[in-house]
């Protein structure tokens, strides 16, 4: 691995799983990243599979710290009770048990969400905010991370917060992914994303929000017209956040 990376970064998703070494001196991939795709069948074994051979490819050196960021709640020591984009044989499964056996190393796991968030408040457009950070990811579902300043409230889940007048599950109004499937042009899905950040904000009297996911790079398309107090600004980091976030994570480990 490149002498200037601290630590090596994994992103699993439901398509692909991405991986790099990351620089945590400037917060950015010390190497291209390595992106394999999913499997079809993305069990423990097979995601376990592939975390260990972008490992040796990176030829990561022993002491160096491994970040996993995963896409469902995560609990040292304790079974995944659910998961939505993987193979549902994760379901009881202690996740940095099975994925460390797996790359024959110890590894560090957290959720994606609070990865992407942890790297936008040590990295990106959170850095040097104080109070209550709310880092949101706009994309199939809704993720959000909760950061006081600078501890990480980790897993929660507040893409699928009630919305008001039978609404619902906010990311099934909300999401990037609802936007892309009902045709919604950006001014008319802000009027959306306001009662998801309003509501948000009447809840949590947060001091700022911040908005990644591929769909912040047309930030400027759709957050001029959120009708909200709080400050709100689109995320720097975007796809690399959640490889960043995690190797930050392992090393605070």
Same mark, same amino acid.
């Given at each position: ?5 601290? *630590?090596?970064?994994?992103?699993? %998703? ?10 945590? @001196? ?5 190497? !291209? ?7 079809? &069948?993305?069990?423990?074994?097979? &995601? ?6 972008? +490992? ?23 079974? +995944? ?22 790359? %024959? ?7 994606d969400a609070?990865?992407? %968030? ?22 199939? %579902? ?5 950061? =006081? ?7 929660? @889940?507040?893409?699928?917060? @009630? ?13 990037s992914g609802?936007? @892309?499937?009902?045709?919604?042009? =950006? ?8 009662? =998801? ?10 001091d700022l ?15 001029? =017209? ?7 600004? !689109? ?11 995690? *190797? ?6």
């Amino acid at each position: 691995m490149i002498e200037t990376a601290q *630590a090596f970064g994994v992103d699993i %998703g439901g398509s692909g799983i991405k991986a790099a070494p990351v620089n945590l @001196e400037k917060g950015e991939f010390a190497e !291209p990243r390595l992106k394999i795709l999913t499997p079809e &069948v993305s069990s423990p074994q097979a &995601v376990g599979a592939i975390v260990r051979q972008q +490992l040796e490819h990176f030829a990561v050196p022993d002491n160096v710290p491994v970040g996993v960021a995963f896409p469902a709640p995560v609990k040292p020591g304790q079974k +995944l009770e659910w998961i939505a984009n993987l193979d549902q044989s994760w379901v009881g499964v202690d996740i940095t048990a099975a994925l460390s056996e797996a790359c %024959g190393r110890p590894v560090v796991v957290v959720n994606d969400a609070d990865a992407a %968030g942890l790297a936008e408040q040590q990295f990106g457009a959170a850095k040097g905010q104080n109070g209550l950070v709310i880092a949101t990811t706009l994309g199939t %579902g809704i993720g959000t991370a909760l950061i =006081y300043n600078g501890v990480l409230i980790p897993n929660t @889940e507040l893409g699928h917060i @009630e919305l008001a007048k039978g609404k619902g599950d906010a990311e099934k109004y909300a999401s990037s992914g609802v936007r @892309e499937r009902e045709g919604l042009g =950006y001014k008319k899905w802000a009027k959306r994303l306001t009662k =998801y950040y309003g509501l948000m904000e009447k809840y949590f009297n947060p001091d700022l929000f911040v908005v990644g996911g591929g769909v912040s790079r047309q930030s400027d398309k759709f957050l001029p =017209y959120l009708d909200i107090k709080t400050p709100i600004v !689109p995320a720097k980091l975007r796809n690399e956040a959640g490889i960043v976030g995690a *190797a930050y994570y392992a090393s605070t480990k």
